[in-house]
């Protein structure tokens, strides 16, 4: 189980941090990441962090702007999101599985979080 949290209203060029709160079992072997959904749209990848050795991806959209780390003593991933953009709007989800790739894809994600709203605005 993965339960988020961290959204809110901000400005548009403000910074937000989400954070990901993973049962133990989960954290201890698992790639998390985030996704978002926008009105509208289909949910998209937006940052995947690896279990073993913390290697990273991001989508093209939010590279540079977007940091995802996380706290083994806490069994938490977060997502730091700077610079926002009003379209970066959207619910933000996190999710868990045994293999980057998964995440990456979007491909049966075993885990998924409820979600949380991030409205930026112009």
């Known amino acids: 189980q993965v339960v988020e949290s961290g959204g809110g209203l901000v400005p548009a060029g403000g910074s937000l941090r989400l954070s990901c709160v993973a049962s133990g079992r989960l954290f201890s072997s698992y790639a998390m990441g985030w996704f978002r959904q926008a009105p509208g749209k289909e949910r998209e990848f937006v940052s995947v962090?690896?279990?073993?050795?913390?290697?990273?991806y991001y989508a093209d959209s939010v590279k540079g702007r977007f940091t995802i780390f996380r706290d083994n003593a806490k069994n938490t991933v977060y997502l730091q999101m700077n610079s926002l953009k009003p379209e970066d709007t959207a619910v933000y989800y996190c999710?868990?599985?045994?293999?980057?790739?998964?995440?990456?894809?979007?491909?049966?994600?075993?885990?998924w979080g409820q979600g949380t709203l991030v409205t930026v605005s112009s």
């Open positions: 962090i690896s279990w073993s050795d913390g290697i990273t």
């Open positions: 999710a868990a599985d045994r293999y980057v790739v998964a995440i990456r894809e979007g491909r049966a994600v075993e885990v």
